[in-house]
Each structure stands twice: as C-alpha cells, then as structure tokens.
C-alpha cells in the first residue's frame, strides 16, 4: 500500500516531466516529495535516536528517513554521514556550535564526529535523511570519493571541516534525484539496490559541482541579513541596503557568499523568481506588470530568465497553476 502511493505519484511526476515546456512543476517540493515523506513516516521515520540503530539493516550502507520535527531534538551523532533535506518548513540545525538555519530546499551533510542537536521552529517541519556508511566510499563510490571535490573531501576527510551547508533554492534536480531515491528505496522493499546507490551518486555529483556550499551556514545575524534584503531587494540597491546595514557593499556581498555560498546577484534572483511565481499563482497582474513589479529591466528580459529556470514561459506556468486549482477543486 505504502509502496503503490509512492509510485502513483511518481507516475504523475514522470508523465509531466515528459512534456519538456512543463517539467518544472515537477520539482515543486509538495508534489515531488510529499508521498515520499509519507511514505518514509510509515516504515522509516525517527521516533528515538538512541534505539534508531536496532531497527536499520546492520548489513546495508545506506538508509533514508523521515523526520517530523515536531520537538526539539537532543544532540547527537552517528556513525555515518548524514544528508538532510528540508522538504517542508524550516529548522534550526546546531552542529558544533553553529548555528544552520534551513528552510526548504537547503542541505546540510555532517560527519560521523559531528555532534548535532534540532531546534523546532515550525511544528510542520519534514526533514529527509540519507544515512551513508563510510563502507560505501570503499566500494561503489570510490571513484568518486578519492576526487578532489569539496564533498568527496569531507567524506574522506581530507578536510578539517565536519559539515557543508547547500542553499540550493529552485534546484530542479535534488527534489528529483532524492525522490527517485525513495522511490528505488520503497521499490525494493526499504533495501539498498544498485538504482538507489545511481541515485545517490547523481545527487553527491550534483552538490560537489553546484557551488553553491558554504561550511558555516546561515546564523542568526545572517538570517536577519538576508531577511532584511529579501524584503527591500525590489526596491532598493545594494549600496542602499548596505548603508541601512552599516556595511560597505563589497564587505556585505561577501559576507553573505561565505555564509550561504551563493552571490548577492543569486540572492536577488531567487528573490524577484520567488515573487513573480506568488504573483502569477495569486493575483490578476498582469504578466508585463509583474516584471516591473520584480525589478526586471524589460519583460523580455524577464521572459528569458523565468524561461531559463523554470523551463516554461510566465504565461504557461499562470495557466497550469488555474488548471490545478481547478482540478483540486
């Protein structure tokens, strides 16, 4: 039963990735991974970390979980890489003494010596947990460990560092790639297979060349930092907001790549996308309005970088969005 839900809505994501001009709405976080937290809730899920290791394969080099972060959680560690995706909400992860907080779409991926506690920060909160054994690296992924990419370094540790933190955004692939890894997961009745382990390696291959990691994260004083340009980027240019700030532009800049691992102008980008998609699924503006709205030179412009992330057109997605409502109505 669990498994015939997690493929029902995989099926729906397959058929709609299919059709090139609509693929985006497959990455959407509540329709990609949903069922698949689901799914993990009723076979692996995280009730009691201390007898967490009874119940996994002791034979086995990879297991995912799902977590509800309805409660603060103790601190801890494993004896094997952990992997989290935020799949809904947002959470305050401590590793070390450092402060991460995640929201969706963000990853962090910790060693076996790091010690980590949960804060919860939203009762709605579903986590992702992809437990690696250090045993794999010895095997299928050898090759890829012993590369001189950031991840293949902290798994090998080749590194001082114990975690990387990945703001990832509107990543078309990781909602993809970990789904797909449930999926494999559930397909072969909670067992590690060759198709999770493929898996697997595409979203460790992905992470390693997005360039998108920082190894101190999002703090408290970052959070209110971002906040604050998230709120006013629209409108107001960077030198304004640094000013406001009591930072120069360059030292702020700066600041915010080494504690996100992503450019100012990415932030900016992320932040004009996010609000033109609440426009056009939200309001009647029209689609010419809302990229003035969003800060975009010319509708052409916006046109082309709505186009280039989420594969459709400002249009298209607006009457797909209708079509859904209607459909879950």
Known sequence: MKRDKLINSLATVKQISSHKVESSYAISEEKLLQNSFNTLKNHYFIHDVQNLNHILPSDEDVYILGHAVTEDFPGHNHDYFELTYVAEGNVLNIIDGNELYMNVG????????AVH????????????????????LKGTFEKFSKSGSPVSKLLTGRTEN??????????????????????????????QGFSLEAWLLLLLDFLANCG??????????TLHILQYIQDNCLELSLENMAKHLGYNPNYLAGYLKRRTGINYSEIVRETRLKAALSMLSETTISIYDISEA???NSPSHFFKIFKEHFHTTPKKYREYHLRSIHYNS
């Open 162 to 191: 114990k975690f990387m933190f990945f703001s990832i955004g509107y990543s078309k692939e990781v909602p993809l790639y970990i789904s797909n890894m449930i999926h494999e997961y559930a397909g072969a009745d909670f067992h």
């Open 106 to 113: 963000d990853v962090s991926l910790i060693t076996p010596q």
């Open 294 to 296: 969003c800060g975009y």
């Open 117 to 136: 506690e949960l804060r919860c920060l939203n009762p709605d909160t579903a986590l992702i947990n992809i437990c690696i054994k250090p045993s794999l």
């Open 212 to 221: 998108h990691y920082s190894y101190t994260g999002v703090d408290e004083k």
